[in-house]
Structure formats: C-alpha cells, structure tokens
C-alpha cells in the first residue's frame, strides 16, 4: 500500500490554528501528543463545531483504528469500510503516514478483488434526504431509522451535497461527551446539517447499470467516495465504503468498532474476535448486514476507567444493547450476551412458541445476566 505524508498539528494547539490548515486544503489533521498519534480531526468536524478559537484541538478530536505496514489487504480493507477516509499508519508508536481510502478502493481494483456487480446492486435506495436547515441530531435520527448512512442534503429543493455518519457521528459523541444530558441535547439539536456542506464536494453521478469497476474509476479520477445512481431520476446512492464492503467475503459481518482510546487500540483484534464469534452465532439465525460497536471511557480513578458499551446488529431485524462495567472485557461480554439473549428471544416469539431446550436456555441466560435469580418462577 502507498503511505502518503500524513499532515499533523499537536493536541495543545488552538482551533483557529487547525481552521488554518484545513482551510489550505487539507481533509485530515493527525494529532500528536507529546509527538505519539493521539486522535484525528477531520475538516467537516472543525466546519460543523461551534467556533473556539481558544479550545484546544485535543478536545475535538477523536480516536480512530491504526494501520501497520504489515496488515494484509483484508485486514486495511475491514478498518476503511468503518466509513474512514484516511487513516495512520503506525510503527513502534511512530506516525509513518496516512493512507487513503480511495487508495484501498484502488488497490482492491488491481487486484481484481472488486465483485462483478451492477451499481444498482448494492446502491442505498431509495434517496433518503434532509434540509440543510435540519439539524446534525436529525441526520443521525434519519440514517438510524433508515438504517443507512449517507443522506442527500438539500437547500431550496435543490441537491446541495452529501454527508455520512462519519461525518456526523465524532461530533454528536463529542458534545455528548463534554456536556451534561440536557445541554447536550440543545447543543446536537443547534448545528444545522448545512454546516459541513462547505467542505462536502460537489455531487457526481453514475448509470444505475454501470459495473463496480466503473464507479471506483469515477471516483479515484474525481477524487470522490460517493456517486449519485440514476436512470432518467435519482435512485440512490453508492460509496466508496459500500464497494469495500462487497469486496470482502461475505461468510464475514460487517463490524464497526470506535470510541477506542490509543491505550486500548493494541486490544482491538481481541475486542473484534470476541464480538465476530458473537455475530457469527446470531448469523445463524438472522442474516447480519451491519454492526457497531461503540466503547465510551468515563470517568478515571487511578489506573482505571468505567466503561459504557454499546452494540447496535442490523439485519432484519436492529437491536440495540447496552454495558457498564469497570472491566472493559467483562462490559464487552454483557453486551455480547444480552445481544445474543434478543436475538434468540425474538427469533422465539416469531416462531410462536418455544421448544423445552430453548425455554432452558433463555432461562439460563437471564439468570447468568442477572435479570432474574435462582428460585423465581419462569413462566
């Protein structure tokens, strides 16, 4: 893979100084402190913040998953289809370089690992948009219900840009972080979606019957990761992180993992196998299309940190899950749990009925998670 200079600023650096450099051009601010890859900071992130010329560029910035020149494609691959545009690329605590996620798409092109498949076949349809107007809390609410994540904006009914939850989510998790529950609740609902439509490029568009191939060629000549899919109208939208998706084998879920600190970034292949064997027994019983798992860190005593996690599997179903613990991997197998219990129980409920083994082994779930104890009456 092709490691491109990486553009970095330190985590004690003021915003306006960050707003400088992005404003010259650049899309992703790698933060250092005390000169060890600390976090990103990305130019739709600094567009949609409200404007602290004396915050610290540490305070905006978030955690993002790491390469190393030794990860095999699948590997890169997996990280990027997170929805990343750029990611670091590390060695021995040293920040080599970025690499790009059209360099990935590019690489999979090469080497003939983009499937065969029309634009159509793996477009989010249909169109879902939002007024530029609507507030960033709003587009989240949107791709949530609609289980997609990338919404058309729109200003005086005309298409003005695209956005992604990679673009909205850093942000609503930050000011989730730094404010009390109800202020940050005015302050997700006060940034209007038209705030990162600045640095969203311009719209481009591709047939509907156009092969995969084409559309990275589009978008690596454009410099783009999404391409509007038409026929005589509008029908949806395919991106980059779509086509990186399709390209990975499929007996595989999706798995999207953030809020990691740098600390705990060497215990992400741990956290990732525990949670892909998880998916792959519910996988059995609901086809898997996407999850996220997102790690909070609260407040430190000492050496330690308390954890909230929260697990969200799409399918045809979506279910949500959520831990708190002391111990980030006992919180990581609560969650795990709970979410298998969900699956199962709906999966029950559908069937009508439960069979004796089934009846058991819910019952043993909820005992084990604490839910009910030894002794009480299961109806």
């Keep these: 893979m092709e490691i491109r200079p990486a553009t970095t600023i330190d985590a004690d650096e003021r915003f306006d100084k960050a707003l400088k450099m992005i404003q010259s051009g650049t899309t992703t601010l790698f933060v250092l402190k005390d000169g060890k890859y600390a976090g990103i900071l990305t130019d739709r992130a600094l567009t949609s913040l409200p404007h602290q010329p004396e915050a610290k560029v540490m305070s905006a910035s978030w955690k993002a998953p790491t390469l190393n020149k030794g990860m095999e494609l699948d590997e890169i691959a997996v990280r990027f289809a ?10 021995k605590g040293k920040l080599l370089g970025m690499v790009r996620q059209l360099d990935i798409l590019e690489l999979l092109k090469n080497e003939g690992r983009v499937p065969k498949r029309r634009v159509n076949e793996i477009m989010s349809s249909p169109l879902i948009t939002i007024d530029a107007n609507s507030s960033l809390a709003q587009a989240a609410s949107l791709m949530r219900k609609n289980e997609i994540h990338h919404l058309v904006v729109t200003d005086d009914s005309k298409y ?13 998790e930050k000011i989730n972080e730094r404010l009390p529950f109800a202020k940050a609740r005015e302050g997700t609902r006060s940034i209007p979606t038209r705030s990162v439509l600045s640095s969203t490029p311009k719209i481009h568009s591709i047939r509907k019957a156009a092969y995969l191939n084409e559309a990275v060629e589009e978008m690596i000549k454009l410099g783009v990761s999404t391409l509007l899919v038409y026929d005589g109208k509008p029908l949806g939208l395919v991106h980059s992180m779509d086509i990186i998706r399709s390209s990975l084998p499929s007996s595989e879920p999706q798995l999207e993992i953030s809020g990691l600190t740098v600390e705990e970034q060497d215990q992400r292949e741990d956290i990732r196998r525990e949670c892909m064997a998880t998916l792959k027994q519910i996988g059995r019983v609901m086809p898997i299309e996407f999850a996220r798992l997102t790690v909070k860190a609260h407040s430190k005593t000492s050496a330690r940190h308390k954890y909230s996690l929260h697990l969200m599997v799409s399918g045809k179903h979506t279910f949500e899950t959520s831990a708190f613990n002391w111990k980030l991997f006992t919180a990581l197998n609560e969650v795990l749990s709970e979410m298998e219990r969900k699956v199962m129980q709906t999966k029950d409920k559908e069937k009508g009925k439960r069979s004796k083994r089934g009846r058991k082994r819910a019952s043993f779930i909820r005992i084990h998670t604490g839910e009910i104890y030894p002794g009480k009456p299961v109806k």
């Design 82 to 91: 997170e929805g990343y545009r750029e990611l670091a690329v590390i060695e």
């Design 160 to 172: 003005a840009g695209i956005i992604s939850s990679s673009d909205v989510q850093p942000m609503l």
